[in-house]
């Protein structure tokens, strides 16, 4: 099988990636790479690393021509756009994979408080499935619109879905810190992104007001059965790819390492890209950089009675392309890690 | 007034950065640099950044000969091996400040649980007194015998105080989640310290059980007026200075961010190195990179009815070499901001 | 005595670090800081490291009102851009002190034909001298306008000083290959530094054709007494400060490595910033960041007779606006080194 | 075909990257993993980005049994340990590809020179052959022996082949500035590349003396076809992986930068790892981090005569291990990109 494959705003960093890893999946065949900002141009010559492996141009978006063209589109623009793209991708009978927020909420209220802008397909809503694999396959396998998840709520679900499966933990005291790569932030230009502002520097940022937050809680809830409300502090650190989430929360009764680790390792039996590291090692970024692994640590600590989870991804991968592939594999009824198989870059 | 000051161990970070800042310190008089691994060598062939402005030569240590000579000695040793330097240096009527851990604890049960050596002075231990200025000025300006603070310590303390002497948090759900730059784990040479290994990587260690959780607890419980237990997990990250806390706690009744703020403004009010930032803009490790300030914001968060608090400080400085000399302005009674002056280096 | 001092240009990264030491500097008063983005902002929102050490606002330029105040204008700005200002504050009798490229040729035509624009006064070019006081103190000490080396060529010509000086080496084999922080880049946002496409990258630009060169020449072209013609490669490194620069030339004759450090011996005894460093230690930039040093060692290879020159600045200080002071004191008869005394940091 | 690989040294940063790739190479089957250090332990445990990827324990090395069980066997050793290695794998008739120095040069002499010990094995010497496949790749196809190049010398040497093999250059003007990643320097603890001294830091090192000169010096005489004696200048910089050698020599006549081009097209051709960049493109390390690719550009800079070429590499894997590889590639008769065909990461 030969899966026919578009990608609109391929020329940021998420879409880059995607075009990367894309070109070198068995099984798909890039056939569009649309960008506002590079009409008419080798893509290699904005992105070099792909000189002599990606030989498309990038062009400007005619959707028709790509719905057409493509058996599935794949879409990493800026919140708010991507609706009608979705329309019209779903009326030809494609598939869609969204890289942004707009189809990742059960409730267009809940996207309208955080995001500040409208829904104009609550519709597209309750037909989207939330893009996380090891918590909603079954649904993604027929699905024809996935809301990929974000990068930060990767590593938080996927690091707190066991205990909260479980019921073993207050769902009132967690607490996540989490601290990315300044890849996450996009290739747009800021003073944020700017390298000396950044490097040798470490700050939190939008704290208590991030738009992960309620994505967060919406897919916690939906694990723990009840409703949640969590702090969640994002940090920039100054390297360019990964996440780190070191999340806290109070067990609901003394558990040892042991039980806590052997609910884990029966959660994550069967996946193949959550790794329960061994005793003794910790997650970090550079383990995962450059791969769709997400190497998820519990720590019990006695004194406190809280359970400390350090979850590692690559945003740019985990966190956004690799997991897009890694759901349109569900989707097309490939095996999951295909494309998606090799270790990452070290150190 | 001149001070006549001796350094022992003097070539780690900490104690290269007691000699920058005293080799420009218009009342202080460097006498001698000890160390074990370079005697002999011009101190400024170890750290050529100060060729030029430090002559002399490193030189092993002969205590008796330098308890004569200074009026003040500074010690950046490991810890369990400042006692009898101590006890040498008090016997003859100097004074002395450790940086290390060896004398920051009230009791030496603590201390002997968490580093694992027997204390061999308990009755110097008494005599010691806590070197955070900001909180125990009066005992540090009669001491002769100061135990300097940690750097996350520093960090936590500063962060947490107005509240904790206020009795605004509830103290059971205190989270800390501190980030320190490497130059903080010293010069020696480890794995963990090698370049490719920190360098575009983000980890945690010593999860719930590092060191300096106790010496937190302790100053935290005193300003609180009651036990307490926090979680602490440090992190390190690919940058050479710096540390920045996040530290979460739940406020015991409603208040609003303006309630807080002003707590924080009464409390710092008359405090030259605490900068309590103006309404949006948040700590960051660079604004502090190379100066004594220790910037401070406290957070809201209605949602959770959670207060989040970032602090930070240079490690090095606030959190080591500059909080020493902050001290020994206080014991001889001189400004305290003497030779602390300069703002630090951005970008 | 107070020099008043205006800075035109204060929250670009030059102009910022000209305020921070301008703020220490006990003969130097802060009366304005003009700058187009941040006009009636605090200036230490802007730079919150500044907080507590510089109560200005940002305000917009008022050239006559500025004029009359300051005895001393810096500006630093484009290029093209500063004619009109230096005209305004010489005609009211005061100094200025130019950190772009507008007053550094010695032709109006060699600046027309690199930097692409008219040069509108040929008459103040006269006037103006090369602000390198190693080379050029005597005609600093009266001059009213001061052209402000670039930081390439200023580590370059400290470098090259001595071996042309004594006409030791062919001037036709001068190969220059200069590696620079990004900072040097400006506070200005483009893709080429924007963090992730800096950080772990090394890259070469204006390969042969960057604007520094004709003011390298210029100046090596008098040390030397004929004219010369360099391969020049400026490179971008993933730091924030700093400039290493290796100079090879053919000498003309055998020498050893002890003829040729004498050369630099008696070239620089009496020079405080420049640092001939002891035989076996090289240059660094991290030993002269955030210091108005220049390191230099020459190292020769008998093999091809070839000497091998590293120099290292910190091109914030010593590159822009260090020397921009170490200028200031020279115009206005103080000890050379006021304000710019304090060693560096390190690590 | 299946290849049974040993590799000896295998956690080291080279020997580490040697197992990534052949993890994942379709032909190559991992036999043993043997080292020093942690013999007992799993490869995964010492190198957790693998985790999942090789099962395998690192081992102490077996020589017999070793030679017996595997087709070739890669060695990542310091220089000096290799010889009798090497003489047990080829008596039993199997391959071997010596990432270290000890079988790269035609003269026991110059080595022994350079490399300050006795080469033991001459015989071994003439049999052996340089692993640059873009130069000696029909040598290859039938060596037993190889010896892998260095990594500075695999850039400098694809930089300047096309000029030399053509004689277009002056050979006695060559200079060669490279910078070089921290992972070249190996995972062994040195003060020289402990994080806080690399980071924020720039710095030549071994100016002239490199032992990488000789070799660079008998390849490029090789392709010019006389004796070659150039100025060798290694930098390192503070990121993980990456070389960019900037290359200067003089022109022997005028030639414009297109008809410059046009001799590397012809020589580049038909490889698949050497890239010209399209015009306008500089190499950066970042472009080649991650791949087997070398990108040369060369650039004419007719104000002095000289072309400056820029040439790129990941010094991991074409300068280390993925040029192995493809050594193993050739020596086997498989195509040269199996196993090293995926694109780098970026950014």
Known sequence: MQ???GVIGATGYAGAELVR???AHPHAELVALTTQSYGGKAFC???PHLYKHVAL???ELDLPALAEQADVIFAALPHGHVVPVA???LARGKKFIDLGADFRFDSSEVY????KVEHTAPELLRQAVYGLPEVHREKIKTASLVGNPGCYPTSVILGLAPLLRSGLVDTGTVVVDSKSGVSGAGRGLSL?????EVNENFRAYNVGVHRHTPEIEQELGKLAGEEMRISFTPHLTPMNRGILSTIYAKLKREMTLEQVRAVYEEFYRSE????LLPPGILPQTKAVAGSNHCDVVPVVDPRTGRVVVLSAIDNLIKGAAGQAVQNMNVMFGLPETTGLERPGLYP
Do not use: P
């Open 21 to 23: 890893i894309l070109s």
């Open 57 to 59: 141009e990038c062009r």
């Open 112 to 115: 309208e408080q955080w995001y």
């Open 45 to 47: 010559e904005v992105y």
């Open 272 to 275: 193949y890209f959550v790794r």
């Open 3 to 5: 899966i026919k494959v």
């Open 192 to 196: 944020g992104t700017h390298f000396a």
């Open 87 to 89: 329309r019209e991708v």
